[in-house]
Each structure stands twice: as C-alpha cells, then as structure tokens.
C-alpha cells in the first residue's frame, strides 16, 4: 500500500517536472557508461539517502567519467558512510526553529521557520527533483512539509479545496499577526514540484497577507529540468499589487553549481521566467572537486549574468554527516573569490557566506576573518 503510494506520487512528481525519475544508482551508472562505480558500499550509502536523478540532466554529464561535476553531485559515494567530527544530521539547527509556539490554532510542528528579521521560510514540500549528495536537509523531518509527498498535496487535484484553506489559514496563521514579516520564502525540497495549479494557490494566499511585499522562490529545478517552466507557471498577476503603482516582487533564486548544467534549454526557462516577472539570482555551494576551481566559476558566473541572473551566494558548505568529501578550506575559498573578482565584473562576484545557527544574519567569509 505504503509502496503504491509512493510509485504513484512520484510518477505525479514526474508529470509536473516534465521527466522521468531515476531512483536506480545500477541504471544511473549503466546509462553512463559507469558499471563499475556502483559497489556495495555505494549501494549502502543509496539506502541511507536514496538515489534521485531527473533523466532530463543525463545529457549534460559525460559518459564514461566518474568525476564528471554533475554527477559528482548525485552519485552516492563510500566516503557518505564516514562519521566525521563537527559534522551533523542538522547543521544549521533548524529542527528547533520553529513559529507553532507563538501559534494558538496549532500545537503541531510548524512548517514555517524563521532565522531572519522580516522573512520567514516555508518548507512547502519534502519533494525533490533530485538528491544532493551534499543536502543540508537530508535527514529533515518528513512531516514539517506545508504539502507533504502525496499526489493530492503535490497537484491539487483533490475536489476539496476548503481543506487546502484550513491548512493554509493555520500555516499561516503568525505571519498574517505579524506585520514586521515583508518577505516569505517558500524553500523545501523544492516548491517547484508542486503543479502550477498547487503554487497559484499559495501565491493567491499570500497576496492577501497585505504587509508581505515579496515572495522569493529557492529552486533547482529551472537547471535540472526546464521544460518544468512552461507557459502555464505562475507569474506577477498572481501576486498583485496591494495598492495601484506599488508592485510586490517576484523571485527566484536557482541553485546552480557548475556551468556544465547550463544549456540552450535552461537559457529558455530562464527567458521565460524573466518574461514573468520575476527576479533572478543564485546561489552556489563550494564543493571539492566539482567547482572549487576559479576556471570553473568564472565560466558559471559569465553564464548566469549572460542570462540575466545575478550570483548572488557562494556558500561554504554546510556540515551535514555524510557530506565531508565536499568540504573546501575557507582560506582556499577567500583566494578564489579574490581571484574572481579580478576576473569578473563586481556584480557577478557572489557574496562567500555561512550561515552559522544563532547569528541574526549569514556571516560574510571573505569579510569576517575570525571564521575559519
Ligand atoms: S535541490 Fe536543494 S533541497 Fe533538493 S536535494 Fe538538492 S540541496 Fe536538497
């Protein structure tokens, strides 16, 4: 039963992202010409955070090289089954964070987060379009999702939607309290696995929230699989002004690692998502081995500002157990940001941060000299 419901929310995920999905690390590496990568140990490190790769990112990896930087990212590897010390299953302490306290309706796990003054976080779903070997939310709590893995919640194809109003009234619930929250970021997973249908429908509720002015979308899924932003997705009409003249914002930050994941088909996505009205920006993580290289960023910056989207975060990884093969130095870090902007203009220089759990804000690395 258990399993019929997850094959079926999955092919419900795979009509909304436009592309198979491949769970299979046998059939990945076959695909790739790369039989020989897959051993027992990989195999244990799948069980432990299962594999997950759009079908639609296969041809921008090459065949027959085990290091190739895409693929590094989502190929489980022996080194995830090491325990390392400072390492974590919540680095960034965000189980704790949570706004149900300051709530009446709902003694329940919140969905909502907030880290920083004005803004708050929504997981909206625990849905993905692929497993980061690197994911700081790999081992987050399934049922903090505002929409959790099931195809009702996922395509909003359920008749009763008075039931999605409730969810979203008692979600919601402090935000619309608290005028000082301008900003809501909807984060997962990745929201962009909920159907269009399923995001208007947030937009719609959030719009009515007057004092909110943004909304900030955190996604991967442009890069992994364009085709998912089609003409239907959501635009600023379903955000609209709360007075005449006085616009709110739309904005999507695209996760994006390597220039390799950048083709004609996400340069599409892009224009599209421009031509709807949202703001573009991105964010990065430093990982050893797929781009902790000044060659290999330069090329990603030059790329995304060709597109119109501004690199906005490099981040220094975040210490989720599993995940130390990808640490970089933050001294080699700080050289490679001071080499880029030598190359680069000073807008395509992305800000080097960590988030460190506590501080009110993301600590500038190239800035701060203390951390390291
Ligand atoms: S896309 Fe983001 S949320 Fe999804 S697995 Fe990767 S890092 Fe995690």
Avoid: W
């Amino acid at each position: 039963m258990e399993k019929n419901l997850r094959t079926n929310s999955l092919s419900e995920i795979e009509r909304v992202l436009k592309t198979r999905l491949i769970h299979d690390t046998h059939e990945l590496a076959k695909r790739l010409e790369l039989d020989e990568i897959v051993t027992p140990t990989t195999e244990k490190a799948a069980k432990i955070t299962p594999t997950l790769f759009p079908e639609s990112l296969l041809n921008r990896v090459q065949k027959g090289n085990a290091e190739d930087p895409i693929l590094l990212q989502f190929m489980p590897s022996p080194h995830e089954l090491e325990i390392t010390p400072n390492f974590s299953c919540d680095p960034l302490c965000e189980q704790k964070l949570d706004v149900s306290e300051r709530q009446t309706a709902s003694s329940s796990p919140s969905c909502i987060m907030q880290k920083y003054y004005g803004r708050v976080l929504v997981i909206t779903t625990n849905a993905c379009a692929c497993q980061c070997r690197f994911c700081f939310r790999r081992y987050f709590p399934k049922n903090r999702a505002l929409f959790p893995l099931s195809k009702e919640q996922i395509t909003g194809s359920n008749e009763d939607e008075s039931n999605v109003s409730a969810l979203l009234d008692n979600a919601f619930e402090t935000v619309r309290k608290d005028d000082s929250i301008s900003e809501i970021i909807l984060s997962g997973g990745d929201p962009l696995t909920l159907s269009n249908k399923r995001l208007k429908t947030l937009l719609h509720y959030i719009g009515t929230i007057t004092h909110v002015k943004r909304v900030r979308f955190h996604s991967r899924i442009p890069v992994l699989s364009p085709h998912r932003i089609d003409d239907d997705f959501p635009s600023s009409e379903d955000f609209p002004p709360v007075e005449v003249g006085v616009p709110r914002v739309l904005h999507l930050v695209l996760h994006v690692n390597s220039p390799n994941e950048i083709d004609e088909g996400v340069a599409v996505a892009l224009s599209i998502l421009r031509r709807k009205g949202f703001v573009l920006t991105s964010q990065t993580t430093l990982l050893k081995g797929v781009n902790d290289d000044v060659k290999e960023l330069t090329a990603l910056f030059e790329k995304l500002i060709n597109l119109g989207v501004l690199p906005y975060y490099l981040h220094q990884l975040d210490r989720v157990q599993g995940s130390a093969h990808f640490e970089t130095t933050i001294a080699s870090g700080r050289e490679i940001i001071e080499e880029l902007s030598v190359r680069l203009p000073g807008y395509a220089v992305p800000r080097y941060v960590r988030e460190i759990p506590g501080r009110l804000m993301k600590t500038n690395l190239f800035i701060d000299r203390d951390v390291d």
